[in-house]
């Protein structure tokens, strides 16, 4: 009986030995933090930096795409998240000018392969160029990132117009065409502050063709509110509005999807809500 008991004990184990690892996940946030306005008092970004960063590292985000930082919230928070590197450009000169809308990605899994930025106009090169009927600058910013396994994810993220109608639509057929030609074959990760609703023409064009899909729609479990967007809690809380994205090609499988908290410890992290969602590779190795 020991002997057989062995015997079974060393199948398993040479079973276990032989079965292939698990494709890992990735956690993924899209995270609106609002520029630093000085007449936003008590939610000003000096009082919210540090819960920014602890829901950050709370809620253990590998990569994220940021939006309406300044170049001061920009360097506070690379002090703050030691953990991470960053790559972004400041939207009005391409510098350190204007809002960022930049890349976070863990140096202990992430290594940075290669990273560019393009305007959401008709001169996607010229930095600091507007786009249509947009009332502000706007731009991408994209990166190669290659894990500690050896997998590559093409990521990217973006801040549409918030009054432009065509600069959106224009901006969506822009985007998907540069992912087309930038990914190379790896699984993407679009991110980002869309100005538009899940109904909208907007997030219907960025799905309609089936090469990218919302998250939320994708994932195995949903949970959070189902807006992302509350004007520091002055907007009634049924006419507050989703318009923050994690959308993904098929390199993914969706497992969770959440609005998180747009507070932390009694007081705000942004007038938006973090959106963290859940990815696991489809294949061990891309």
């Not at 002997?3 to 292939?20: M, N, Q």
């Not at 947009?134 to 801040?159: K, P, S």
């Not at 699984?187 to 997030?203: Q, R, W």
């Not at 509110?225 to 993914?252: C, H, K, M, N």
Request: glycine share 10%; hydrophobic share 40%; net charge negative.
């Amino acid at each position: 009986m020991n002997r057989i008991r062995c015997a079974v004990s060393a199948a398993l184990l040479f079973l276990s030995a032989c079965a292939p690892e698990p494709a890992p996940e990735l956690n993924v946030m899209t995270f609106n933090m609002r520029y630093d306005n000085p007449e936003d008092g008590e939610n000003n970004w000096r009082f919210r930096r540090e819960r920014v960063a602890r829901a950050i590292e709370m809620n253990r985000a590998d990569v994220f795409g940021a939006q309406e930082l300044l170049l001061n919230q920009l360097n506070d928070l690379k002090e703050l998240l030691p953990g991470y590197a960053e790559v972004g450009v400041g939207r009005e000169d391409g510098a350190g000018a204007g809002e960022f809308n930049p890349v976070f990605y863990r140096t202990d899994r992430f290594e940075l392969l290669d990273w560019g930025t393009f305007w959401l106009s008709e001169t996607p090169e010229k930095a600091g160029s507007k786009g249509w009927d947009g009332a502000c600058e706007r731009l991408a910013t994209w990166t190669v990132l290659r894990d500690r396994a050896g997998r590559e994810i093409f990521f990217i993220n973006t801040h549409l117009d918030h009054v432009g109608e065509v600069a959106r639509r224009e901006g969506v057929t822009l985007l998907l065409r540069r992912i087309d030609s930038l990914c190379g074959g790896r699984p993407v990760v679009l991110t980002g502050d869309f100005n538009a609703e899940p109904e909208s023409e907007v997030i219907t064009h960025v799905v309609g063709s089936g090469r990218l899909r919302h998250t939320r729609e994708a994932a195995a479990e949903r949970s959070g509110t189902a807006w992302s967007f509350s004007d520091f809690g002055q907007i009634p809380e049924g006419e507050r509005q989703l318009i923050d994205y994690v959308f993904v090609d098929d390199g993914f499988d969706v497992r969770s999807y959440r609005v998180l908290p747009d507070t932390l410890d009694g007081g705000f992290l942004s007038d938006h809500a973090p959106v963290l969602v859940k990815l696991q590779y489809y294949d061990t190795k891309r």
